[in-house]
T-cell receptor, first 116, second 116 residues
Framework: AQKVTQAQTEISVVEKEDVTLDCVYE???????LFWYKQPPSGELVFLIR??????QNEISGRYSWNFQKSTSSFNFTITASQVVDSAVYFC?????????????FGAGTTVTVRA | GAGVSQSPSNKVTEKGKDVELRCDPI?????LYWYRQSLGQGLEFLIY????????KSGLPSDRFSAERTGGSVSTLTIQRTQQEDSAVYLC??????????????FGPGTRLTVL
């Protein structure tokens, strides 16, 4: 069963527009961790954020913000005032404590294209 | 400090040949993960090491795949009798463990394997 769903395959925006990436997860565990990674055209996965299931505070880091809602099992990511350098594939991932190894289950990714 | 390194960056091989992929984790990181990224399957977990032991090999797709880690550091992923469906980017990640919950996994640049 798919543990992480990123329903948006591709999003294209014009520079300075805001873009929100959706992530819905599924787990029976009460202790789990959620992550967002960015994969630019160079290919390397770059860590953006980690949240645990006990911390529902939203977070803002520069132009990036995250909205974690346990009630809807969602962990959405917003890029404000997008820039061309934000063009990349973004992955949401889930790590469950019961596995003891904390392996990541990734969503399929959302490709963001920011046009100048 | 140095990040996760992987070698080779690209590998082209003929069907039926064996290949070895190497991962050098971040110094001091005790946990090491191998993932595979392919067009059809997305990002999928292969194997996890804690120190030199591999308690979770559940993601290895067949008995042609094996991995080892020596000295709690460098890991080698070996694919025997390669098949065309093994073509993918193989990603290595490492994290420190201890404390509550997983530490962030940091990824290497990957090895792009092409089986002709």
């Amino acid at each position: 069963a798919q543990k992480v769903t990123q329903a948006q395959t591709e999003i294209s925006v014009v520079e300075k527009e805001d873009v929100t990436l959706d992530c819905v997860y599924e787990t029976r565990d009460t202790t789990y961790y959620l992550f967002w990674y960015k994969q630019p055209p160079s290919g390397e996965l770059v860590f953006l954020i980690r949240r645990n299931s006990f911390d529902e505070q939203n977070e803002i880091s520069g132009r990036y913000s995250w909205n974690f809602q346990k009630s809807t099992s969602s962990f959405n990511f917003t890029i404000t005032a997008s820039q061309v350098v934000d063009s990349a594939v973004y992955f949401c991932a889930l790590s469950e404590a019961w596995t003891n190894d904390y392996k990541l289950s990734f969503g399929a990714g959302t490709t963001v294209t920011v046009r100048a | 400090g140095a990040g996760v390194s992987q070698s080779p960056s690209n590998k082209v091989t003929e069907k039926g040949k064996d290949v070895e992929l190497r991962c050098d984790p971040i110094s001091g990181h005790t946990a090491l993960y191998w993932y595979r990224q392919s067009l059809g399957q997305g990002l999928e977990f292969l194997i996890y090491f804690q120190g030199n032991s591999a308690p979770d090999k559940s993601g290895l797709p067949s008995d042609r795949f094996s991995a080892e880690r020596t000295g709690g550091s460098v890991s080698t992923l070996t694919i025997q009798r390669t098949q065309q469906e093994d073509s993918a980017v193989y990603l290595c990640a490492s994290s420190s463990t201890g404390g509550l919950g997983p530490d962030t996994q940091y990824f290497g640049p990957g090895t792009r394997l092409t089986v002709l």
